[in-house]
T-cell receptor, first 111, second 113 residues
């Protein structure tokens, strides 16, 4: 089974700061997901990437397949970015539908 | 905006009751999932369906059961609720496999007294 580690577990920032959240995994993958979970539980898919970099608004996701590492960056952070950010990768072992999820990074952006 | 719905959003119920958590999606996705998430913890897959009349258990053992009689509907049932079933249950769907985007419902927060 693929092991997923996220860091930091908790992150507090001031509005406007540049944020970086990291994700490492143990087994080579074909794609990695970044998800956002707001208080109340709803989860939104932010990115699915298999190489390089993707950008959506103030969010940027990068992945280094060789190093088994991905980062999620938030530029000019805002209090509405406060949420749990979750990294997920396909499970290893032949399954083509299961994801292994990290424990998440709780981001709090203060005004 | 994802077209996937869960009801109820919150449920407080006594031990021994039978409950059904509803999940519906209007995207025509073949793949549907039920996840369980305890506070501060990661999501764990408890059930998976890859089409009508096809379901499998996930990684986390669960006393719940599921059915998939229609593409759009994937209900989860607990025959006899216990306090250990207290958790958040999230339903999701996707077009394809683990490399496709999964769309999540708002979740059902279940409390068993």
């Amino acid at each position: 089974k693929n092991e997923v580690e996220q860091s930091p577990q908790n992150l507090t920032a001031q509005e406007g700061e540049f944020i970086t959240i990291n994700c490492s995994y143990s087994v080579g993958i074909s794609a990695l997901h970044w998800l956002q979970q707001h208080p109340g539980g709803g989860i939104v898919s932010l990115f699915m990437l298999s190489s390089g970099k993707k950008k959506h608004g103030r969010l940027i996701a990068t992945i280094n397949i060789q190093e088994k590492h991905s980062s999620l960056h938030i530029t000019a952070s805002h209090p509405r970015d406060s949420a749990v950010y979750i990294c997920a990768v396909p499970n290893s072992g032949g399954s083509n539908y299961k994801l292994t999820f990290g424990k998440g990074t709780l981001l709090t952006v203060n005004p | 905006e994802a077209d996937i719905y869960q009801t109820p959003r919150y449920l407080v119920i006594g031990t021994g009751k039978k409950i059904t958590l509803e999940c519906s999606q209007t995207m025509g996705h073949d793949k549907m999932y039920w996840y369980q998430q305890d506070p501060g913890m990661e999501l764990h897959l408890i059930h998976y369906s890859y089409g009508v009349n096809s379901t499998e258990k996930g990684d986390l053992s669960s006393e719940s059961t599921v059915s998939r009689i229609r593409t759009e509907h994937f209900p989860l049932t607990l025959e006899s609720a216990r306090p250990s079933h207290t958790s958040q249950y999230l339903c999701a769907s996707s077009r394809g496999t683990a490399t496709d985007t999964q769309y999540f419902g708002p979740g059902t927060r279940l409390t068993v007294l």
